[in-house]
């Protein structure tokens, strides 16, 4: 017989808690009763209460293993002498062996492993930058901590911790009506002055959630560490993997775990200005290989045009824009103010259309979009592109890379003549560059678009 695969630690721990439910609750006969309240239970069990069961599983996984072994080389023994038939047994000693390597291991925190993702992979270089909310100072205070253990957790002794002023303006609100540990609540804040209180500069005062989530951005282009105890309330830091967070679990400080999938994820979607060595990232040969990068090079040459496709570190939207206009006049920081200007100039041309660069699921108001669209390093999408086309009153053609749609094209609002027409590749609805016409039909065309 084949040896059976022992189950996780967690069944061993439900053994003895169903004795004990049972006991306790005689009235409940449904088993997945039990199994609901016994992973409830295990879930609020420090890593300490639980070793005793990691510790079954873990020998009766080596037994397993060994047994496995030796079933495998007793049947392949057997095989070699009873049969001669050389391919059923390789195959045979392939699929065992699959079995055996296939195992699911043993999961124990892995900070390191997630540390190495956020330095190595999206580049968050030492020193790091540390924001730190009114939860975790409180924490800190009251277990006679200081920033020395957020150094310490993250391996970085430069470490620079900052705070806003939302934040300290929220935790002194809350001195004044707090019933308990006022002293501790005295000395947090205390500890908060002493970090380097940055101006968030919003328009009227949010709280410190709000403060933080815009103060980071999506994209975390400033590639900051969140300290928060809260963060289970906050999804859209909480579920963005380009936002580190430190936070505490079970009485100590951790660094949240990011999954192998979340960290692909983030790879794919975010991490283009790095080096990337992961299989799984996009590199510029993998770019070179995929089907939409064909079909831009096969229409720019269709079309005759010429430029780079490549990958952008977010700015390649206002970049191109301005290498159209005229880079030396118009430098890409400076378009992105021109976009923004428009932005507030004129919301009711944009506001009821806009959503959040390069995040769908995100709920942004038409201000914070308009902050985020500030921000160096931060995506553009069509409705920027609008926004350009209006503001430098430019007819803006784009080649894309869309199965569908070859080209798009971006007219400016309540204008009759064009002063210039822009011509921009798109790949992948996210990676712009300027071209340039190289052969004659493409260059009437730059003046007879219409
Ligand atoms: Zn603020």
């Known amino acids: 017989m084949t040896p059976k695969k022992p189950p996780t630690a967690f069944f061993y721990y439900l053994e003895d808690f169903r004795k004990e439910f049972q006991e306790q609750n005689p009235h409940v006969k449904s088993m997945s009763e039990v199994g609901k309240a016994c992973g409830e239970k295990w879930k609020t069990m420090t890593y300490e209460e639980k070793i005793q069961y990691y510790d079954i599983a873990t020998e009766k996984r080596a037994k397993f293993e060994k047994d496995m072994m030796d079933y495998v080389k007793k049947k392949f023994c057997f095989s070699l002498r009873m049969r001669n038939n050389v391919t059923r047994i390789l195959r045979l000693k392939k699929e065992i062996l699959n079995k055996v390597t296939k195992r699911s291991r043993i999961k124990k925190p892995k900070t390191r492993d997630t540390l190495k993702f956020y330095r190595n992979q999206l580049g968050f270089e030492k020193p790091s930058t540390v924001l730190i909310d009114g939860s975790v100072l409180f924490y800190l205070t009251s277990r006679g901590l200081t920033i020395e253990a957020i150094r310490n957790l993250i391996d970085d002794s430069d470490a620079k911790p900052i705070t806003t002023e939302c934040v300290l303006r929220e935790m002194e609100y ?71 967070i430190i936070t505490v679990d079970n009485g100590s400080l951790v660094l949240k775990q990011r999954s192998n999938k979340e960290q692909n994820r983030t790879i794919k979607k975010w991490c ?179």
Request: proline share 5%; hydrophobic share 35%.
């Open 174 to 244: 809350f001195s004044e009506r707090y019933s308990k540990s006022v002293s501790d609540l005295h000395r947090s804040i205390g500890l908060a002055n002493m970090l380097d209180v940055e101006s968030c500069m919003h328009e009227k005062e949010v709280n410190a959630e709000k403060c933080i989530r815009s103060f980071v951005g999506i994209n975390n282009t400033r590639k900051i560490f969140v300290a928060t105890t809260v963060n289970d309330y906050w999804p859209l830091v909480n579920k963005n993997p380009m936002i580190p």
């Open 272 to 450: 283009v200005e790095y080096p990337i060595q992961q299989p799984d990232g996009i590199t510029k040969k993998d770019l070179k290989k995929s089907p939409s990068y064909k079909r831009l090079k096969g229409r720019k040459k269709f079309y005759g045009y010429a430029g780079k496709i490549a990958l952008g570190d977010g700015n390649g939207q206002v970049r191109a824009i301005s290498e159209q206009l005229g880079a030396m006049e118009w430098p890409y920081q400076k378009v992105r103010e021109c976009l923004v200007k428009q932005l507030l100039l004129h919301p009711e041309l944009y506001q009821d259309h806009v959503s959040p660069p390069a995040n769908a699921d995100a709920d942004l108001t038409y201000l914070e979009y308009i902050k985020i669209t500030s921000r160096d390093g931060e995506w553009g999408d069509e409705y920027t592109l609008q926004v350009a086309a209006d503001f430098f009153e430019v007819i803006i053609v784009v080649l894309t890379s869309d199965e569908q749609v070859a080209v798009n094209d971006y007219f400016p609002h309540g204008v009759d003549d064009h002063k210039q027409v822009l011509f921009l590749s798109c790949l992948d609805e996210k990676y712009y560059n300027s071209m340039r016409p190289k052969s004659s039909i493409a260059s009437t065309c730059k003046y007879d678009y219409m």
